[in-house]
Nanobody
């Protein structure tokens, strides 16, 4: 059974930092094309949006609202993707989801994903 498990969420004051981690497990040789892995977020009253993703075709992508503040990285040995969140703002408050999406479909990742984690809540206070 494929699982994506997120960790690292919590409450932080504006201007602070958080580091999220997502560890993937359960992939087999049949899942050799697990796709691209990254982060999306969803806040109440807002649409789901891309935060950042490591793609095989388009390199690393960031949502416009997090560019210059957030950094995505990966540790292939640990099957883990990290999201370093710096200079956080109250508008970053959301539930953050780790996901794998089909190659080339990262723009539609909120709808067209292969696997989706349970999410980790990030709350930024002003």
């Amino acid at each position: 059974e494929v699982q994506l498990v997120e960790s690292g969420g919590g409450s932080v004051q504006a201007g602070g930092s958080l580091r999220l981690a997502c560890t993937a497990s359960g992939f087999t040789d049949d899942d050799s094309d697990m796709g691209d892995m990254g982060w999306y977020r969803h806040a109440p009253g807002s649409e789901c949006e891309l935060v950042s993703i490591i793609t095989s075709d388009d390199g690393i992508q960031y949502g416009d609202s997090v560019k210059g503040r957030f950094t995505i990285s990966q540790d292939n040995d640990k099957n883990t993707v990290y999201l370093q969140m710096n200079s956080v703002k109250p508008e970053d408050t959301a539930k953050y989801y780790c996901a794998t999406v089909p190659r080339g479909r990262w723009r539609e990742g909120c709808l067209e994903y292969n696997y989706w984690g349970q999410g980790t809540q990030v709350t930024v206070s002003s």
